[in-house]
């Protein structure tokens, strides 16, 4: 077995294993800091909102329209509809109207630093795995989920691909408590609520990249200075 949380086994697509794999230090062994985390993760769970909270005001409830009795001499308080907050089944004051908006910002360096937390604590803690290779010839649950006893896994288990493979993400998919996911869709909420994050080798390289394996290597800078 590993000596490291930052070595850890390479797993085969049948089960076994086949060397290690040496985790890349920048991303698996970095300072924790759960403030970051807790942004970006609220931040991430905020902007997933959807504000379509609406209540009704006096204005847009049905009725109401007559003055309820008379403005003097009856000894009762004054009201001009039924249809006030104050009123059963009368509008709402100071509800929601629909057009609330919950988006929160969160810049690229904190997600940066808030993945990079989260990652090392699932290494740390063991429950990183790696995989050579997650290419499945053709859709085959089965297949997947005896990959995924070999692992020992159990609960949730976020499972990262290096590219779009709709073979291996339909072996998965029908297995309860599983989630696939491109590299460049890795997040922290995601991390954070797996107890198990497994990843295919080629989407090592790519953590916090913003690409997969098949988008093309950004463009090295080698043009001459002017002048």
């Not at 403005?71 to 109207?97: E, L, V």
């Not at 993945?115 to 649950?141: I, N, Y």
Request: with cysteine.
């Amino acid at each position: 077995m590993a000596e490291s949380h930052l070595t850890v086994d390479r797993v085969t697509l049948s089960g076994g294993t086949d060397g290690t794999v040496e985790l890349p230090a920048a991303i698996f062994d970095a300072p924790i800091n759960e403030a970051v985390m807790h942004q970006v993760v609220t931040a991430q769970l905020a902007n997933a909102r959807r504000d379509t909270a609406k209540t009704k005001t006096r204005g847009e409830r049905a009725g109401g329209g007559a003055k309820p009795w008379r403005q003097k001499g009856t000894g009762r308080a004054r009201h001009g509809s039924t249809r006030a907050p104050q009123w059963r089944r009368g509008g709402i004051a100071h509800g929601p109207d629909g057009r609330q908006n919950h988006a929160q910002r969160v810049n690229k360096k904190m997600k940066r630093a808030a993945l990079r937390s989260a990652l090392t604590d699932r290494a740390r803690s063991g429950q990183v795995r790696v995989v050579g290779t997650l290419a499945f010839e053709q859709p085959k649950t089965r297949r997947a989920a005896d990959l995924l006893s070999a692992l020992r896994a159990g609960g949730n288990v976020l499972v990262v691909l290096a590219d779009r493979d709709q073979a291996a993400e339909k072996s998965f998919r029908n297995i309860a408590g599983v989630q696939v996911a491109p590299v460049d869709q890795l997040n922290t909420y995601d991390v954070l609520c797996s107890d198990l994050v497994v990843f295919a080798e080629a989407a090592l390289d790519l953590i916090g990249t913003g690409r997969r394996a098949s988008d093309p290597a950004p463009a090295s800078n080698t043009a001459p200075p002017n002048g």
